[in-house]
C-alpha cells in the first residue's frame, strides 16, 4: 500500500510540474495599434523580444475601432494611434494612464494606383482626379471617423478635388483595406499613407499630397489605465528611444 501511495505521489508530481510548464509564466504587453503600424510594430516586437523580453500581443485596426474597443473594456496595455483625435476621445473618457502620452512617429499621405496600371495626375488644385478616376472609383479609409480618411478629405477638399470625387469614394475601415483594393486592381486609385505604400509591391505613387493640405499626421502612443503588464512601460520607452525609432525610419516614418 505504502508504495502504491508512493507511485501515485510521483505521477501527480509530473502531472504538476508538466501543468507549469504548460502555462506561460508571463506574456508581453498587449498593444493595439494603427493598421499602417503592421510592420514597424512587428520588428519593434522582435527587437524587444530578441533582448530577452515576452513579446508584445500586437492587434491592428483602424484607430477609430481600437478606441471604441478600449473605451468598451478591452483588455489592453498600450494604444497606438494614427492621429491626435482618437487619442483625445480615448483620453476624455479616462482610459489612459497619465504622463504616459508621447507623439511617436510621422507620415505623409500619398495617391496610388495599381503597378500594373500607373496614372499620370499632377497632385496640386484642379487636379482633374475624376477624369484619372473614368469609371472607377477612389479607394480611401473612411472619411468620417479614420484617420487615413479624414487626413484624405482634408487634403482633396483643399486642393479643390472633394466634390469631384465625393461620389465615387469606396469606404473602408482601414488604410490597409483601401491599399488591398488598389493592389487588386479592382479601383484605379486611392489615398494612402507612404509607409503603407512604401510596404506594398503592388501598387506605385501617383504622388504625394502636399503637407499644407491636410493636419500633421502625427502617431501618438499611450499606456492604458489599469494595464497590469509589468513590460508595458518598459516596451512604450524603447519605442520612444533612439532603438525604437530607429526601426520606425527603418519603415519610412519621420521620427522628430
Not at 46 to 71: E, N, Y
Amino acid at each position: 500500500m505504502t508504495a502504491f501511495l508512493l507511485r501515485a505521489l510521483a505521477l501527480l508530481t509530473l502531472s504538476c510540474a508538466s501543468i507549469s510548464h504548460a502555462v506561460p509564466h508571463d506574456r508581453g504587453p498587449v498593444l493595439l495599434a494603427a493598421a499602417s503600424m503592421q510592420e514597424a510594430m512587428t520588428a519593434a516586437a522582435d527587437a524587444w523580444a530578441a533582448r530577452g523580453h515576452p513579446r508584445p500581443v500586437l492587434s491592428f485596426a483602424g484607430s477609430s475601432a481600437l478606441a471604441r474597443q478600449i473605451k468598451a473594456g478591452a483588455p489592453a496595455d498600450l494604444f497606438l494611434s494614427a492621429d491626435e483625435a482618437w487619442m483625445d476621445d480615448v483620453a476624455r473618457a479616462g482610459w489612459l494612464a497619465p504622463g504616459s502620452r508621447s507623439t511617436l512617429a510621422g507620415n505623409s499621405l500619398v495617391l496610388v494606383a495599381p503597378r500594373a496600371r500607373p496614372v499620370r495626375l499632377r497632385i496640386a488644385r484642379g487636379m482633374p482626379i475624376s477624369r484619372a478616376l473614368g469609371d472607377g472609383r477612389l479607394a480611401m479609409a473612411d472619411p468620417d471617423s479614420v484617420p487615413a480618411g479624414k487626413y484624405g478629405k482634408a487634403a482633396l477638399t483643399a486642393l479643390g478635388a472633394w466634390p469631384q470625387v465625393a461620389a465615387k469614394i469606396v469606404r473602408t475601415d482601414n488604410v490597409r483595406s483601401a491599399l488591398a483594393l488598389v493592389e487588386r486592381g479592382e479601383v484605379p486609385l486611392g489615398i494612402v499613407y507612404a509607409t503603407d505604400a512604401r510596404a506594398s509591391t503592388g501598387v506605385s505613387v501617383v504622388g504625394a499630397f502636399p503637407a499644407s493640405s491636410h493636419a500633421p499626421i502625427r502617431y501618438p502612443v499611450a499606456r492604458i489605465k489599469g494595464s497590469t503588464s509589468k513590460d508595458a512601460e518598459p516596451f512604450r520607452r524603447f519605442l520612444l528611444s533612439p532603438a525604437g525609432k530607429a526601426i520606425l525610419a527603418r519603415y519610412g516614418f519621420s521620427t522628430r
